[in-house]
C-alpha cells in the first residue's frame, strides 16, 4: 500500500510561486509513475504532470506546462511541483497521486492518492 501525504499548500497572490510536496511510504516505487492532479469546487479533477519514477521522465497538461514543473527525489521518496506564475484560476486542492505502470493525461487510472493540499491564489 503507497502511501501519499501533501504538503505545502496556502495562498499566494497571482503571478506567485508556491511549491508542493508529496512524502511517499510503502512499498518501492520503481514501477509507478507518480502525478498531480487538481480539483477546483465547480470542476472536475484535471489531470497537471507526471513522472515516471525510475527514468524521471515527465509529461504535463498544456494548462500547465511551462509555469509548472514535477520533479522527484529518489533518495527521499519526495515528490514536487514547483508552481511559478500562478493565476487565480489555479485555485483548488491539489491532490498527489500514483499508479502502477504508465501514465494516460486525464485517463490515468490512478491506484493511491494523498488526502489534498488547497491553494488559493487571489488576484
Known amino acids: 500500500q503507497v502511501q501519499l501525504v501533501e504538503s505545502g499548500g496556502g495562498s499566494v497572490q497571482a503571478g506567485g510561486s508556491l511549491r508542493l510536496s508529496c512524502a511517499t511510504s510503502?512499498?518501492?516505487?520503481?514501477?509507478?509513475?507518480m502525478g498531480w492532479i487538481r480539483q477546483g469546487t465547480t470542476k472536475e479533477r484535471e489531470f497537471l504532470a507526471s513522472i515516471r519514477w525510475t527514468t524521471g521522465l515527465t509529461d504535463y497538461s498544456d494548462s500547465v506546462k511551462g509555469r509548472f514543473t514535477i520533479s522527484r527525489d529518489k533518495a527521499k521518496n519526495m515528490v514536487y511541483l514547483q508552481m511559478n506564475s500562478l493565476k487565480p484560476e489555479d485555485t483548488a486542492v491539489y491532490y498527489c497521486?500514483?499508479?502502477?505502470?504508465?501514465?494516460?493525461?486525464?485517463?490515468?487510472?490512478?491506484?493511491?492518492w494523498g488526502q489534498g493540499t488547497q491553494v488559493t491564489v487571489s488576484s
Open positions: 497521486a500514483a499508479v502502477f505502470g504508465l501514465t494516460y493525461y486525464q485517463h490515468t487510472p490512478w491506484n493511491y
Open positions: 510503502g512499498p518501492t516505487l520503481d514501477n509507478y509513475s
